[in-house]
């Protein structure tokens, strides 16, 4: 199986596609201001996490860096609500993207490039045809067209690994926040055997990159063209 990196065309005033929406995502943890490195946060974002019935929700759509201290105590207010397996970092989104959006919409939207939503049709198409990892949130975008079809969010989990090879600049874990972050190299591949198999759909971790199978492509392919460049990645 081949599989592509998802990216926002090089030159947006070449696409086919009118469609814009300003968004965010409905609950989020803050970024963290550590004392030993630095402030960061990163982009991951669990749209399908639902923090409806959580009473002090309201903590949780401020993304200003936190002290540690109080990146910990929402971090622990979140984490019955995400699977023990999935890995919460600052900065991770929660929930729908809530918005407005205008214009008209290809099967696939990728802006940035760390988030992917489909078309309706697209949504059912990959459902229809069997892919897997797929895990559609609609997102709530108010529009003034009424015959929009609506989007969805495609949830990318953070399952496969950079080989590591191609990393040449990582920091040492800071004792304080974890962090051990580095450069996104641009000659990049995967580590062959952290591919999750049968998944059409998944993140890098420690990276913002989203990964597609060949048969993904081929599939939206099918509902016309999407503005979307699709950046074949290989893996060892
Ligand atoms: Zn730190």
Redesign the pocket.
């Known amino acids: 199986m081949r599989y592509f990196e998802l990216a926002v065309l090089r030159d947006p005033d070449a696409g086919e596609w009118s469609g814009e929406y300003r968004a965010e995502h409905k609950w989020c943890l803050p970024s963290?201001r550590?004392?030993?490195?630095?402030t960061?946060g990163g982009m991951q974002a669990y749209p399908s996490v639902d923090l409806t019935d959580l009473p002090a929700n309201d903590a949780l759509n401020d993304i200003r860096p936190q002290p540690?201290e109080e990146y910990a105590r929402r971090e622990a207010l979140v984490r019955p609500f995400v699977p023990p397996e999935r890995l919460l970092e600052p900065g991770c989104r929660l929930g729908p993207l809530v918005g407005t959006a205008r214009g008209h919409f290809g099967p696939v939207t990728v802006w940035p490039s760390w988030q992917v939503l489909v078309r309706e049709d697209a949504r059912d198409l990959l459902l229809s045809e069997g892919l897997q990892g797929i895990i559609p949130v609609r997102a709530e975008l108010r529009t003034r067209r009424t015959k929009q079809q609506a989007l969805y969010e495609l949830e990318a989990r953070p399952l496969a690994k950079l080989h590591p090879a191609c990393i040449y600049d990582r920091e040492p874990t800071?004792?304080?926040?974890?962090?051990h972050g580095f450069t996104l190299p641009p000659k990049r591949w995967l580590q062959g055997e952290s591919i999750p198999q049968g998944l059409d759909l998944f993140g890098v971790e420690e990276t913002t990159r989203i990964v597609v199978s060949e048969r993904f492509v081929d599939t939206v392919n099918r509902l016309g063209p999407s503005d979307v460049f699709y950046r074949e990645i290989t893996a060892e």
């Not at 550590?34 to 630095?38: D, G, L, S």
């Not at 800071?174 to 962090?179: I, L, T």
């Open positions: 963290i550590c004392p030993r490195c630095e960061w540690p800071c004792p304080v926040c974890g962090r």
